[in-house]
Nanobody, 121 residues
Framework: QLQLVESGGGKAQPGGSLTLSCVAS????????MVWYRQAPGKQRELVASIAGPKIINYAESVKGRFTISRDFAKNYIYLEMSSLEHEDTAAYYC???????????????WGQGTQVSVSS
C-alpha cells in the first residue's frame, strides 16, 4: 500500500557527517508530512525533523544547526544531512510518512525499516 525505504546509515566519528535518504512509494495522500525519528537503545523514539512543505520544517532542539532535512516533492524523497555528529546521535533512524485526511480528519502513519547510525571514535 505504501512503502518507505531508508538508506545511508553507517558509522561516523564525532564531528563527522552522514546523509540519510528515504523514498516513499504507493498510496501517498496529497496532504502529508514526512518525518525522521530516531530511537537510541533504552530510550523512547523521538522526532528529529519534519517537513510538510518547502517552508514548513521543524527540528528537535538537540539537532538544530547540525541537521538539515530536505525533500524532493516530485520524487517523494526526503533526506537528512547530519553534520557535527555527536555520540548522542547514535540511534536507529526511522523514516515516517503521515497521510492526512482533512474531512473527516485522520492521520495514518507509515514507517520505514530503520537505518542505524553509530557515532564513535
Amino acid at each position: 500500500q505504501l512503502q518507505l525505504v531508508e538508506s545511508g546509515g553507517g558509522k561516523a566519528q564525532p564531528g563527522g557527517s552522514l546523509t540519510l535518504s528515504c523514498v516513499a512509494s504507493g498510496n501517498i495522500a496529497s496532504i502529508n508530512i514526512m518525518v525522521w525519528y530516531r530511537q537510541a537503545p533504552g530510550k523512547q523514539r523521538e522526532l528529529v525533523a519534519s517537513i510538510a512543505g518547502p517552508k514548513i520544517i521543524n527540528y528537535a532542539e538537540s539537532v538544530k544547526g547540525r541537521f538539515t532535512i530536505s525533500r524532493d516533492f516530485a520524487k517523494n524523497y526526503i533526506y537528512l544531512e547530519m553534520s557535527s555528529l555527536e555520540h548522542e546521535d547514535t540511534a536507529a533512524y526511522y523514516c515516517n510518512l503521515k497521510n492526512i485526511q482533512s474531512s473527516p480528519y485522520s492521520v495514518r502513519d507509515y514507517w520505514g525499516q530503520g537505518t542505524q547510525v553509530s557515532v564513535s571514535s
